[in-house]
């Protein structure tokens, strides 16, 4: 059996990839190819009750460090229980965030230090790294605009729909995280294709579509 594709989508708050991650999933699989949608943190029984630890509370409940270690908790249990096992069987997996963002997040947004978080990056996801990254772009001010006000665009910090710590931080923050998720997608072009998701969200699914079937060689 043919392993299936793994792709993930990055991007700081109000990017719509959220949206985006379900319309892609839908277009897939109305294609005829089995796909499975999941999210970051999350994706598993355990990664889910990690997940509620991560988001709920202050900003500051966490240390940048104390999450990466909780993230990467919950990433090895999502590769292990959920995205592993459907790679396997042939299944293209789309992931709401992935390894990216927590280099984002707590390393260029938290100041965790690159090194520790590629060692663990190195261990956790090892061989299963995405086939695909599409990384949007938006400019901070827009972006937390639309998550803040939710709209056709919100899902939330992390992928979600619920109001969470990391949509609290303030705009330096996320002005380092916006750098970083697009510093991340030019060193690594292979893997990685950023989309402006300025637009609206049909016109970004399109050029989602274009990016997937041009890299991964889908059919129309």
Same mark, same amino acid.
């Given at each position: 059996?043919?392993?299936?594709?793994?792709?993930?989508?990055?991007?700081?708050?109000?990017?719509?990839? *959220?949206?985006?991650? +379900?319309?892609?999933?839908?277009?897939?699989?109305?294609?005829? /190819?089995? /796909?499975?949608?999941? +999210? #970051?943190?999350?994706?598993?029984?355990?990664?889910?009750?990690?997940?509620?630890?991560?988001?709920?509370?202050?900003?500051?409940?966490?240390?940048?460090?104390? #999450?990466?270690?909780?993230?990467?908790?919950?990433?090895?249990?999502?590769?292990?229980? /959920?995205?592993?096992?459907?790679?396997?069987?042939?299944?293209?997996?789309?992931?709401?965030?992935?390894?990216? *963002?927590?280099?984002?997040?707590?390393?260029?947004?938290?100041?965790?230090?690159?090194?520790?978080?590629?060692?663990?990056? *190195?261990?956790?996801?090892?061989?299963?790294?995405?086939?695909?990254?599409?990384?949007?772009?938006?400019?901070?001010?827009?972006?937390?605009?639309?998550?803040?006000?939710?709209?056709?665009?919100?899902?939330?910090?992390?992928?979600?729909?619920?109001?969470?710590?990391? #949509?609290?931080?303030?705009?330096?923050?996320? /002005?380092?995280?916006?750098?970083?998720?697009?510093?991340?997608?030019?060193?690594?072009?292979?893997?990685?294709?950023?989309?402006?998701?300025?637009? *609206?969200?049909?016109?970004?699914?399109?050029?989602?579509?274009?990016?997937? +079937? #041009?890299?991964?060689?889908?059919?129309?």
């Amino acid at each position: 059996m043919q392993r299936g594709r793994f792709i993930t989508f990055e991007g700081g708050e109000g990017t719509g990839k *959220s949206t985006q991650a +379900r319309i892609l999933t839908e277009r897939l699989a109305a294609g005829g /190819t089995p /796909t499975l949608l999941t +999210r #970051e943190p999350g994706g598993s029984e355990g990664a889910e009750a990690l997940r509620g630890l991560l988001l709920q509370g202050e900003a500051s409940r966490w240390s940048p460090l104390s #999450e990466t270690l909780l993230m990467y908790a919950a990433r090895a249990d999502h590769l292990e229980k /959920t995205i592993r096992p459907a790679l396997e069987a042939g299944t293209w997996v789309v992931s709401d965030r992935f390894a990216d *963002s927590t280099r984002a997040y707590q390393g260029a947004g938290g100041g965790v230090p690159p090194e520790f978080i590629g060692e663990l990056e *190195s261990a956790v996801v090892a061989h299963t790294r995405p086939d695909l990254t599409v990384t949007f772009d938006v400019p901070v001010e827009v972006g937390l605009a639309r998550a803040y006000g939710r709209g056709a665009y919100g899902q939330g910090a992390y992928g979600g729909g619920e109001t969470d710590r990391f #949509e609290s931080k303030d705009l330096q923050f996320h /002005t380092r995280l916006a750098a970083a998720f697009l510093d991340i997608a030019r060193h690594d072009p292979d893997r990685c294709v950023i989309i402006d998701a300025s637009g *609206s969200p049909e016109a970004v699914a399109e050029a989602v579509w274009a990016a997937v +079937r #041009e890299r991964l060689a889908v059919a129309v």
